[in-house]
């Protein structure tokens, strides 16, 4: 994952992934058969432990406003734990689009397709009940999940526009923190009662141990800095 992550799929080396693994580079085709085999089960892997732990959130007993909480903080959370996958995901879609991307569809299919589905109805039980306000449940989705992707895509301009690091731990303890809480006052019909539930999905997740990559960042970034 991390040789995938920071080269790609093209520029990774199996000599240096089986290094890295403490294995000889044979026992790597003798599983696998080929680089393009090893990197789809890589990411077939990462994408299955990705799927199951959303699905935890979204089958949680709970109303599904705290469970809308709990999948924003959930995918902030993993977009900062998980570098390498975000790293990758971000490779696969610029691969697709250049018609070249053959796992890409697969994981949409097996994992993407199902948490949207889950998602969805989540969403729809929330309005329906009157828990959620009465609008387009994708513009929520979209709120709720693109201003974490945007944050994160966007921290080499924060760095340079803000007077902070993006990556600080107090930085992102703050923005965690904003995420929820925003939420909790923007698509609650009742804001007390979303900013109760802000305060309760906060106070019983704590802060995931920061990664030594960042989401987004390939290797040569890194080694610039």
């Known amino acids: 994952m991390r040789e995938f992550a920071a080269l790609g799929m093209a520029g990774a080396r199996m000599d240096q992934i ?7 580079k044979a026992l790597l085709y003798y599983h696998f058969e080929s680089k393009e085999k090893l990197y789809v089960a890589a990411l077939e892997m990462i ?3 990705i799927r199951d732990r959303s699905m935890a959130v979204f089958l949680r007993d709970a109303s599904a406003g705290e469970r809308l909480l709990r999948t924003a903080l959930d995918h902030f959370d993993r977009i900062l734990a998980q570098g390498a996958f975000q790293s990758l995901l971000q490779q696969e879609m610029m691969r697709l689009h250049q018609g ?9 299919k097996r994992v993407f397709a199902p948490l949207q589905s889950m998602y969805q109805s989540m969403m729809r039980e929330g309005i329906a009940s009157g828990e959620l306000i009465d609008a387009d449940w994708l513009q929520i989705h979209l709120a709720a999940l693109g201003a974490n992707i945007f944050y994160f895509l966007a921290a080499p301009v924060w760095r340079l526009v803000m007077p902070f690091d993006p990556y600080a731990a107090d930085v992102l303890e703050a923005r965690r923190h904003a995420v929820v809480e ?6 609650f019909t009742d804001r007390a009662h ?6 309760k999905v906060l106070a ?3 802060m995931p141990e920061l990664p030594s990559t ?3 960042v390939g290797r040569n970034d890194e080694r610039k800095k």
Do not use: I
């Open 18 to 24: 089986a290094g890295a693994a403490g294995v000889n």
């Open 47 to 49: 994408s299955a432990k």
């Open 100 to 108: 070249e991307s053959d796992a890409l569809p697969v994981l949409v």
């Open 182 to 187: 925003f939420l909790g006052k923007a698509v």
């Open 194 to 199: 979303g900013t109760e539930l802000a305060a």
């Open 204 to 206: 019983d997740t704590p």
């Open 214 to 216: 960042r989401p987004f």
